[in-house]
């Protein structure tokens, strides 16, 4: 347990409260998705024979706090796997007390389980809030990100 809370993977149970949560960090970034999507996310994430994509929860209780979904890949310039953190969000009402520290710290934990040294993700320039935290718990690289 931390400060209260603690993570755990995703499980069956959690479907109505992971949606919720994920849904909240789509508008976040003003995005939507078809329900399909959830569907099959949720279905990925919580296959134990999948090992490739991932989530961790931060949970008191039955209650989920906040999520963080990430996926293991190869890399052609590593001779190890790296790890693409994807999402990450904590519920307005559970921030600032260190819950999406314990999830990025939880996800390294995986990482290094997993032999994969080297975790990244991406945000946008303007979620300063979250930058803060990025800078006290990775390095920010140089690289400009392009998009189809």
């Not at 569907?39 to 706090?65: I, Y």
């Amino acid at each position: 347990m931390t400060k209260g809370f603690n993570i755990r993977p995703l499980v069956q149970q959690d479907r109505e409260q992971w949606q919720f949560i994920w849904g909240e960090y789509l508008s976040f970034y003003e995005t939507k998705l078809p329900l399909e999507i959830y569907s099959e996310t949720f279905s990925r994430l919580t296959d134990s024979n999948n090992t490739v994509q991932n989530c961790l929860v931060a949970h008191t209780g039955e209650t989920l706090h906040g999520l963080v979904h990430y996926i293991f890949h190869a890399d052609n310039w590593k001779s190890t796997d790296v790890c693409y953190l994807q999402d990450l969000f904590v519920l307005r009402e559970m921030r600032q007390k260190g819950i999406a520290k314990a999830l990025i710290q939880a996800v390294y934990e995986a990482a290094d389980r997993n032999g994969t040294p080297s975790v990244y993700w991406m945000t946008q320039e303007f979620n300063q809030k979250a930058r803060k935290l990025y800078d006290q718990v990775a390095s920010l690289t140089p690289f400009i990100i392009y998009e189809r």
